[in-house]
């Protein structure tokens, strides 16, 4: 097939925030808001970049290489990070204006080192391509935006190299679509190892939680560096609420600390107060799964457990006027949320059970927007990246992006 698309989604953090900084698990989850990147062999020894979110079309020829990189020939299953010398001698040969923005620099560099690697590794040069992303995500709001392209690109690129299969594809006749269900076990790990390599380029020293829930979907336990796949995780529908309120999430870890270091007597009891709500809202998650999805009293204790939660984290001083707007207008109508992410800003989500009224979720959207916040209806631990094969309705592929 001469183009391939492959979209990935972007990821929710449900509890653990700030706690997990001091020993404590967190739980994350794929959010049904993707990003897709297409790309297209050419004829030619040209890369042709086309990024609208971020106002990026840019024209490079193949076979840039730089000194340092240290990927050995033909071992695909052993990326090696980009030193600091390598990244900044990327971000001179990128072409990129010097008024560049950082997200425009970190996704030129990020593609260009992950392309030199993968060709590298392969049995023959990459070819020229025609690359275009588009994303659902916004960008910078804690969503896993970064990791949602880093794993497109790990994705792609190694199918362009053959380093994983055109494997087996599954239907849906009901939605009359056609879509990559899954690579092998060990073909998802590797397009995992090469979005770190992205990610590292993006974020310095991430975690590896975003990208891990980003290439498998569903959700995850985070603790002390340890990632637990969580497989008794049902899909759920939520409304994420964008406060567009920015925020830094150094200050905010910072601050907390500085309250835990005078008051570890007050503030350690929270942060193991926030634990054992991971840990029941992770127990519910799995009864509510056995139960078929049906219960409304374990419904009632996720949202009981969101309301505690976002109260502890506003005691921490993590909350934002913005945010506790949103917890308003949603309890307004019986309904629970909480901020996602390391607070100040950034984004909330909304509990929405299978009882809630379509016309209250209508309400509370109708009213979050008039106050200026962005609003999305959508799910949690749906699947992680795929390869697509034919238009789906169900996954919303941007126009233009459909496989030849």
Not at 180 to 207: A, D, V
Not at 208 to 221: L, Y
Request: proline residues 4%.
């Amino acid at each position: 097939m001469r183009r391939i698309t492959v979209s990935a989604p972007g990821k929710v953090i449900l509890h653990g925030e700030h706690a997990v900084v001091y020993g404590k698990k967190a739980l994350a989850a794929s959010l049904n808001l993707r990003t897709y990147m297409s790309v297209t062999k050419r004829g030619d020894n040209l890369i042709n970049l086309h990024f609208p979110d971020i106002e990026l079309k840019l024209s490079l020829p193949c076979g840039i290489d730089v000194s340092g990189n240290n990927t050995k020939n033909g071992d695909v299953t052993s990326p090696i990070p980009a030193s600091d010398d390598v990244i900044e001698t990327l971000k001179k040969l990128s072409g990129l204006d010097v008024d560049a923005s950082q997200s425009q620099t970190l996704a030129v560099v990020s593609f260009l080192y992950v392309y030199t690697e993968i060709s590298k590794a392969s049995k023959s040069p990459l070819p020229g391509i025609d690359v275009g992303v588009q994303s659902e995500l916004p960008i910078g709001a804690g969503l896993g935006s970064s990791a949602s392209y880093s794993v497109c690109l790990a994705a792609a690129l190694l199918q362009l190299g053959s380093h994983i299969n055109e494997s087996k594809f599954s239907s849906n006749t009901e939605t009359d679509t056609l879509y990559q269900s899954s690579w092998t076990h060990n073909e998802t790990e590797l397009i995992k190892k090469w979005s770190y390599i992205s990610e590292k380029i993006m974020h310095g020293n991430p975690s590896g939680v975003d990208n891990s829930v980003t290439t498998f979907g569903g959700a995850i336990e985070f603790r002390k560096g340890n990632i637990t796949n969580l497989s008794q995780m049902p899909e759920i529908k939520i409304l994420l609420v964008n406060t567009k309120v920015p925020r830094s999430t150094k200050t905010l870890v910072s601050n907390v600390r500085t309250k835990y270091d005078k008051y570890v007597d007050v503030i350690g009891p929270i942060m193991d107060a926030i634990d054992a709500v991971t840990t029941r809202s992770i127990d519910t998650y799995s009864n509510l799964l056995d139960n078929g999805h049906s219960s409304p009293s374990l419904y009632k204790d996720l949202g009981e457990l969101i309301d505690i939660n976002q109260g502890l984290l506003r005691t921490l001083g993590v909350s934002h006027s913005r945010l506790d707007r949103v917890c308003e207008v949603t309890a307004a109508l019986g309904l629970h949320a909480k901020l996602t992410g390391a607070g100040g800003g950034g984004c909330a989500f909304c509990l929405i059970t299978p009882g809630t009224p379509k016309a209250d979720v209508k309400e509370v959207m109708s009213q979050l927007r008039a106050e200026g916040f962005e609003c999305w209806k959508t799910n949690i631990c749906g699947q992680g990246v795929i390869r697509h094969w034919t238009h789906s309705e169900h996954y919303n592929i941007p126009p233009g992006f459909l496989p030849e």
